[in-house]
Structures are given as structure tokens and as C-alpha cells.
Nanobody, 121 residues
Framework: QVDVVESGGGLVQAGGSLRLSCAAS????????MDWYRQAPGAQRDFVAR???????DYAESVKGRFTITRDNAKNTVYLQMNSLKPEDTGVYYC???????????????WGQGTQVTVSS
């Protein structure tokens, strides 16, 4: 019902920057929060940042001041600008969206396949 596709990952040196994008498509009526999570090898998936449909942003303590989340509601797209990257930011970054689709009164949860971010020291 909703396809979520991330892009923008890659290999970068410590101190560098990357910009991730996540586009949601399908039978979308409305999207509520759009989030980024990340998962390092052998670790659990952790929250990184969230932005509501009203534009309010929240961040994990570890990325505050370095990462910025924004969204384009007209394109159903969320971005994550990552600056001053550290090796510990390495992981697979997943996009998660909550929203309603045609034919259902409920909020659904939809995940992308992830994009790899590797920060070398």
C-alpha cells in the first residue's frame, strides 16, 4: 500500500557530510510522523530523528546539533542532513512513516529497506 524508498547512503570520512532522502508513495491519504532509525552491525535498531506533519523535529541525543531532519509534504519525502559524521554513525539507516491509506481508517506503519552509511576514521 505504501512504498518507502531510501537513498543517499555511502562511504564518507569522519567529519564529512551526507544527505539521506526517503520517499513514500502509494495510496496515501496523509502521512503523520516520518522518522529515521539506524542499526549498527550486531546492534538493535535505534531512533535517530523524527519530524511530525506539523514540522516539529526530535532527535536522539547522540545526533543533536549534527543532524537535521526536514520534510517536503508535497512530495511525501523526508530528508536527513548529516554533518560532522563520526565512525559511530555507521549503520544501515531506515526510514519509517506512519499514515493513512485509501480504504483504511487506521494509521499504518511502513518501513523502507534501508541505506548503508559508513563513516571511516
Amino acid at each position: 500500500q505504501v512504498d518507502v524508498v531510501e537513498s543517499g547512503g555511502g562511504l564518507v570520512q569522519a567529519g564529512g557530510s551526507l544527505r539521506l532522502s526517503c520517499a513514500a508513495s502509494g495510496s496515501i491519504v496523509s502521512l503523520n510522523s516520518m522518522d529515521w532509525y539506524r542499526q549498527a552491525p550486531g546492534a538493535q535498531r535505534d531512533f535517530v530523528a523524527r519530524i511530525t506533519d506539523g514540522g516539529r523535529a526530535d532527535y536522539a541525543e547522540s545526533v543533536k546539533g549534527r543532524f537535521t531532519i526536514t520534510r517536503d509534504n508535497a512530495k511525501n519525502t523526508v530528508y536527513l542532513q548529516m554533518n560532522s559524521l563520526k565512525p559511530e554513525d555507521t549503520g544501515v539507516y531506515y526510514c519509517h512513516v506512519q499514515g493513512k491509506v485509501y480504504g483504511s481508517p487506521y494509521n499504518g506503519h511502513y518501513w523502507g529497506q534501508g541505506t548503508q552509511v559508513t563513516v571511516s576514521s
